[in-house]
């Protein structure tokens, strides 16, 4: 072996580290353990057994393959040509005793002592050629070693490099080795088990790839502009970052044995203790001890609150989230010592009590509604802070570009203050986050973050010395593209370990809070305040965008997708222009001197637009998501937030001294500060369960209706796509009745109706052409029967749209009813499900069972929907159901009836 570089060889250590050397060893190990499983006679003569002298000759060949193998490696690395023909030798010799103990066992299969032989020879043998095969792999190890010796020494000569011309000579070579090694650890990355240290060359490798270029531009300005600190501390910084790199490379390439844990590894520390007090809580009361168990769970609760109390008062927790963490840690308090209460009061007791039973689900509920809290305080910093996350970098290279040493300076304290907080929310949202592969990615892109700042300040204070100097410049793109790259990684890994539910929720707030003050600023005159409001409300809207955008990736095309989409696409190309074009015409005309005058009531109007678009998305996002799935406490939350949020966009409109979206309604509306969805889920639970009666009721007609439309492609049939229109709007009638779904107050419920009776409108017209061209006078009046049975429903359904939760004070006690009203609305819109269903199908017969004469094509196209693609990774629910392919409808002539009978067979 080279003298300059050794390799971690122990000839006692058997660990085998490589996929490739666990698979050649394989076939070996399976035909010994074969041989040495053999056991008594065979039905053959003489006791012999001919596949123990099979198995044996064949393990004899393998042997030899091996020797042959091993002599050829020896012979051309002459580094580790001794070692190797050891092994080599050893193998001859333990292959050999093999050879002769498997051949007298085959002879005698029976015989104890011949078996015992055989086993030690077998393990002899087995160890021999895993040490020969450890051998083979670290040639590879040794070969891998020499390129990393070459890149180090070209490092080297990069570092000493005194000129242009010697730097870029020494950069070409370093160009061809880095390559090689690349190359080479890549293929080891592969071959690695241990998935830690995979994970580690693949870091190791990509750093190499990020920092190479850069290590040539630093290294040209270090040269070029060798009496700056600034330029020096650039290139040392890149040459570090590589040749730790390197040394990554080399000591995961020969280390031995279990692979130490990353510092970054672990799942967020609030998030964890808060798991773990969970468990504690749930107990056996015969297990409670009261000196014991109460004091260790006290002190539990309290590290958890120290941790809230840190987060309620960090600079960007909005005052409103600071009072609700603390009454949250206050009620988690309280519940703590009404559970240990209860855990005495059934100590001794075999069966344990109902109100045991309830005070444990009471404690669940308050750390659900803790740790809510804290989440939603993690995505107020994350909403804050990671928006125009370039402007500080762009404010630094203009000052840079200016020549302006004393601005870099000043700008610098920004942008260092800047890359802190982002560094400090990064580590928040780790810190409620259970994900723990997402978190030690976040931990880790939030240290790069740290350690590029002060250099991309150094870039800026080169380019601010030498604003002339063209290797400056090209100094500073590279660290600015570095920089953006980093930060797009930190947001990317932050959304992925923050839930979009938190994220929309918090967004939506916060464009409303946004919202309120361009309206304020708008009305004060403050042209500054409202071009740098109106900024931030753009900033948040294209972020809801992009991470929405990013989600729906991970679902497969489909309704749910398309319904997303478009609500995005209406905020993203229709009200984010009209907004940006308002907002300017208001900061010229508050700019000019003296002051123009502004259409408030537009610009209001382009306002309430943004806020109702992201609105609208986010109820979008969570339109598949199961009631029962989310938690109760986030289902409050949202309550209290839209509540919050009518009230205030209502205040947007009076601010301007006119009414609102039926202003006068909302109010109307609102009973005891609460809304009628609100009433509806106190109703007495007899009531919720005879509208659940009803409910399922409807949903046998609900499935009826999928069960058609799901069979035909609606891009060419607008029958189809107003049924599956008008099934969505009743979904969502339906829900209301329960306290659930987007519609909030009656007048929502109002508006539904009459987007049902404009869709039957249009079903109505449509399906009435399809009646009068149909020649059979049959299926013509059964068509149109039902139409005029939609007709009636949609009428029926407008007057029971009108649900109110009657709200009685009875002896100071509130008394909600509202049954009779919830029945009437679910009945209306099961009868108009049923005919809708009726109708698709009189309107499918009317089209396609009778030949027409004179006439070119049909209004609408009946094609049998295609089945819809699996997606590479599954995210829905697997409980979900999916619609199954069925065969279309013959060709022939067929009485209405029969072809009516057809569906019922689906």
Known sequence: MSGSIGLKWDPKNLEIRTKSVEKTLEPLVTQVTTLVNQSGPSKKKKGRSKKAHVLSAAVHKATDNFIVKGEEIAEENPEIRNEMLAAVDEVKKTGEEMHVASQDFAEDPCALTKRGAMVRAARALLSAVTRLLILADMVDVHLLLKTLRLVEDDLERIRNAASQQELLQSFRDYGRSAVELMDQTGRRQADLKDPRRRDDLAAARATLKKNSMMLLTTSKAFVRHPELAAAKSNRDFVYKEVCDAVTTISGIAQATGPSDAHPFEGAGELAAALDEFDQKVIMDPLQYDERRTRPSLEERLESIISGAALMADSSCTREERQEKIVRECNAVRQALQDLLSEYMNNAGRKEPSESLDQAIEHMCKKTRDLRRQLRKAVVDHVSDSFLETNVPLLVLIEAAKAGNQAEVEEYAQVFTEHANKLVEVANLACSMSNNEEGVKFVRMAASQIENLCPQVINAARILAARPRSKVAQENMDVFKEAWERQVRILTEAVDDITTIDDFLAVSESHILEDVNKCVMALQEGDADTLDRTAGAIRGRSARVCNVVISEMDNYEPGDYTERVMDAVNVLKDQVMPYFAEKVEMAVDALSQNPQLEVDENEFIEASRLVY?????????????????????????????????????????????????????????????????????????????????EQIDVFKVEK????????KWDDSSNDIITLAKQMCMIMMEMTDFTRGRGPLKTTMHVINAAKKISEAGTQLDSVASQIADQCPDSVANEDLKAYLQRIKLYCHQLNITSKVKADVQNIGGELIVSGLDSATSLIMAAKNLMNAVVLAVKASYVASTKFKRHGLKSPLVTWRMKAPEKKPLVRLENPNEVRAKVRKGARNKDIEPVKALSEFDSF
């Not at 499935?703 to 799901?710: N, T, Y």
């Open 703 to 710: 499935e009826k209706l999928e069960q058609e439309i799901a």
């Open 612 to 692: 109702d678009g992201v609105r609208d998305i986010r109820r979008a996002v969570l339109m598949i998501r199961d009631p029962q799935d989310l938690d109760i406490d986030s289902e409050y939350d949202e309550e209290e937030t839209i509540s919050q949020s009518e009230t205030q966009t209502k205040s947007i409109a009076s601010l301007a001294g006119s009414s609102y979206n039926n202003s006068t309604a909302y109010e109307e509306d609102f009973i005891q500060g609460k809304t009628t969805r609100q009433w509806m889920q106190e109703l007495p639970e007899e009531e919720k369960m005879k509208i659940q």
